[in-house]
Nanobody
Framework: EVQLVESGGGLVQAGGSLRLSCAAS????????IGWFRQAPGQEREGVSC????????DYADSVKGRFTISSDNAKNTVYLQMNSLKPEDTAVYYC????????????????????WGQGTQVTVSS
């Protein structure tokens, strides 16, 4: 069955770094757009970044551009989110998700586009 499992969250001081992992099973990430989303307390779920590893296309939210980097290791069927220069505003539950790659699939971290979701991993950035 299709499964996405996030890991790597934790508590970090402002200015620090974390690397989140999204391990996929039951499908090949190269055939999907993989997105990272986050949901902070009292906020709606928002797109952070996404990747179509078939051609390396990426997209980032303005709030994380220049600080976060999405990447994939196809041999491990895993997608990563490297988060640097973390800010307290980055505190949220982070989710990875997968959207089937086909003609017309946008490379965009839009919640409604994604078919499969992980359980989330907590990221807390202290000031």
């Amino acid at each position: 069955e299709v499964q996405l499992v996030e890991s790597g969250g934790g508590l970090v001081q402002a200015g620090g770094s974390l690397r989140l992992s999204c391990a996929a099973s039951g499908f090949t990430v190269a055939d999907y757009v993989i997105g990272w989303f986050r949901q902070a307390p009292g906020q709606e779920r928002e797109g952070v970044s996404c990747l179509a590893s078939i051609d390396g296309s990426t997209d980032y939210a303005d709030s994380v551009k220049g600080r976060f980097t999405i990447s994939s290791d196809n041999a491990k069927n895993t997608v990563y989110l490297q988060m640097n220069s973390l800010k307290p505003e980055d505190t949220a539950v982070y989710y990875c998700a997968a959207a089937r790659l086909k003609n017309g699939t946008p490379i965009a971290a839009i919640v409604d586009l994604y078919d499969y979701w992980g359980q989330g991993t907590q990221v807390t950035v202290s000031s």
